[in-house]
């Protein structure tokens, strides 16, 4: 979800670049490439910072060049050994590819990228205002058994197989509270927990309940309904799991003065555990924070997987709204508990 007031300034903006010819190419131009960003962009910041809160910066890369083909990136996941990752788009688009990195285990690069459309339940292609699909569910073990879809505007649930793209999805049975949910306030939070049941956090905020989010826990026709409790302006838009049962919540912010901003929080095991019950509260801990004159995008997808030594490695991914003044950029950080 972006404030209503900047969605008309980026679409006036975008509507501008496209006349004079600066907007994405066509599709079917060449892919964009990638190449290293760094945590801070201005001139003259000096000696760059190795850390952002508790977790060491390990690297970002920005796609360049033609784009339209892939854009507004809004979930994540990436493979075990950091090889290859997947993400769907908010118009309807899988966007696959392989992760490549520096000597030092840096990130470096994206690349050879896989695009596919995903279908409608009647196996016809998402088009409209039925194609903003916003997040994305691993079932099983990478590279998954199928994945679950969340949507927004037209809040839904939809069950593809392995493949994602291409195959005729399912319907989920939702909780019966998601039509209720705000036009562009929904599901852009869906994870799958360890015990098999399915986390979904609403972008928006509860009706009356400040900083609070309507949440949900279950499976498909069998959910309790719970609250996540946010830090306002920023609103959760994805989630990952930890291995000890824990989860991480990326949030983001955009303001009209200060621009994007984004956080990651930790609920450990026993938060986790706790609040995913019918009524309860999901609360946790701020352990980063990105804000300028850090590197600062429309983050809206994040996952992790182990590294050799135990810590735990972060990746978080960008939405450019297929605008020509953001990018699709992908960051990565290590984190040590």
């Not at 910072?49 to 854009?71: D, S, T």
């Not at 928006?204 to 949900?216: C, F, Q, S, T, V």
Request: hydrophobic share 40%.
């Amino acid at each position: 979800m972006i404030l209503p007031r900047l969605r008309i300034l980026i679409a006036a903006a975008h509507l501008l670049a496209s006349t004079l010819g600066l907007a994405g190419c066509a599709s079917g131009d060449t892919l964009p490439r990638s190449a290293s960003v760094q945590l801070v962009e201005t001139e003259g910041s000096g000696a760059q910072p190795k850390k952002v809160g508790e977790l060491a910066f390990r690297g970002a890369v920005a796609l360049q060049g033609p784009r339209k083909a892939i854009g507004g990136l809004s979930s994540l996941r990436v493979s075990p050994d950091g090889g290859q990752f997947v993400a769907i788009s908010d118009r309807g688009g899988k966007v696959a590819g392989r992760i490549s990195y520096n000597p030092d285990g840096t990130l470096a690069g994206l690349g050879d990228f896989t695009l596919g459309d995903l279908l409608e339940t009647d196996g016809s292609v998402l088009q409209g205002g039925k194609n903003d699909t916003e997040s994305l569910a691993m079932i099983g073990p990478w590279p998954g058994d199928g994945w679950i879809v969340g949507f927004e505007r037209e809040h839904r649930l939809l069950r593809y197989g392995p493949a994602l793209a291409g195959v005729t999805p399912i319907p989920v049975e939702t909780p019966a509270e998601l039509k209720e949910l705000d036009f562009n306030a929904g599901l852009e939070t869906a994870l799958m927990l360890a015990d098999g049941r399915l986390l979904l956090i609403a972008e928006g905020e509860a009706p009356g309940e400040k900083g609070l989010h309507r949440a949900w826990v279950g499976r498909s026709g069998n959910w309790v309904e719970l609250r996540y409790q946010g830090h306002p302006p920023f609103l959760p838009v994805d989630a990952t799991r930890l291995p000890d049962g824990g989860i991480l919540v990326l949030e983001r912010r955009v303001g009209m003065l200060g621009g994007w901003g984004s956080r990651i929080v930790h609920i450990d095991a026993k938060a986790l555990a706790t609040g995913i019950v019918a009524g309860g509260a999901l609360a946790g801990r701020e352990i980063a924070r990105l804000d300028p004159p850090l590197l600062t995008e429309n983050f809206e997808g994040i996952d992790t997987r182990i590294g050799p030594d135990g810590g735990v490695f972060i990746y978080i991914i960008s939405d450019d709204n297929f605008f020509v003044l953001q990018r699709t950029v992908m960051m990565m950080f290590e984190w040590k508990p």
